[in-house]
């Protein structure tokens, strides 16, 4: 058999095989919202503390086999974290809020568990990527307070497990920053790190 009738009836045969499970596994999408509990880290996030937050927005299902799937996700968050500094505006006091807030569009790989109950546990991961909404230090924004260089775009890394039970889902997840929110001082790179627990809900499937 010549090569390229051979490679026509391996792709013929991996269809029929895939063409099951393409009709049995199609993609849903739905909303999902949580509470962010965010902190600087990084060796300039020096008198730092959590801050809390919200996150909100979609999120989609695309099977790629009986277990896993691939999740995109498209949401509002709110990151950040609680500082003591001398910066900005007295009034606010010593402890500022350093708010940040993204449109955070995390593209991630998620494998079910085998179990058929009402509780099926899945682990997902992947990688997130935010544009800068908006950031303040206290009452002003950024862009009014020397020495802050905010940059616009936020890179991590994402990590988390699900709870599904049936159109609902609810989770926990950790998302480590790996590129440097502020950078203005080389060393005292500044990072974000975000724990969340969310709640899902599938609108179509």
Request: charged residues 15%; proline residues 6%.
């Amino acid at each position: 058999m010549r090569p390229g009738a051979r490679c026509a009836l391996v792709l013929a045969a991996a269809m029929v095989v895939a063409a099951p499970c393409a009709a049995a596994a199609q993609p849903a999408f739905g909303v999902i919202a949580g509470l962010n509990r965010a902190n600087f880290t990084g060796g300039g996030a020096v008198d730092v503390s959590p801050r809390t937050g919200a996150m909100i927005g979609l999120v989609g299902d695309i099977p790629v086999g009986p277990r896993f799937s691939v999740r995109p996700e498209l949401h509002f968050s709110a990151k950040g974290s609680q500082v003591r500094t001398e910066a900005g505006d007295p009034a606010d006091g010593p402890s500022k809020t350093f708010g940040v807030s993204y449109i955070q569009m995390p593209v991630l790989v998620q494998l079910r568990s085998a179990s058929d109950g009402p509780v099926r546990p899945q682990l997902f991961g992947g990688l997130s990527a935010g544009v800068l909404l908006g950031c303040n230090l206290g009452s002003l924004d950024c862009a009014d307070v020397e020495g802050i260089d905010q940059s616009g775009v936020d890179v991590g890394v994402v990590v988390g497990v699900e709870l599904a039970m049936g159109r609902i889902g609810v989770g926990a997840r950790y998302e480590v920053g790996v590129r440097a929110v502020d950078a203005s001082v080389p060393g005292n790179e500044i990072y974000n790190g975000v724990a969340s627990l969310t709640a899902r809900y599938t609108l179509r499937r």
